[in-house]
């Protein structure tokens, strides 16, 4: 047995609050990194849960270990994600009533 296989088999499983905040890291690194790629497109939805629900994982990983200011940052983009899917269902339905009304 090497000495590398020792100290990784000595290493303490992650818990689910771990794997979540990892699983939520993921989500923000591959939606910002699709973004500045030009791979995602920062005006739809897609962007906007992705960044939720990375957000969503990495506040359940803080009830483990909680931080504060860490919290704070995950409500917010929680919040305004939220409200940025709201506004833009409001803008597409009130795009959509508009042309059917001149089409009339």
């Known amino acids: ?14 818990s689910l609050f771990q794997a ?10 591959l939606g910002f990194a699709g973004l500045q790629l030009g791979f995602v497109d920062g005006n739809k939805s897609g962007y906007s849960l992705c960044s939720i629900l990375a957000a969503v994982l990495v506040l359940i ?5 909680f931080n504060l200011a860490s919290a704070m940052i995950q409500i917010s983009w929680i919040l305004l994600g939220t409200t940025g899917l ?3 269902r409001i803008r597409t339905r009130k ?9 009339r």
């Open 95 to 103: 795009t959509v009533l508009d042309r059917a009304r001149s089409d």
């Open 1 to 14: 047995m090497s000495v590398v296989s020792i100290w990784i088999t000595s290493l303490p499983a992650p």
């Open 86 to 88: 709201v506004c833009r």
């Open 61 to 65: 990983s803080l009830t483990e270990h």
């Open 20 to 29: 979540a905040g990892v699983a939520g890291f993921i989500l923000y690194f």
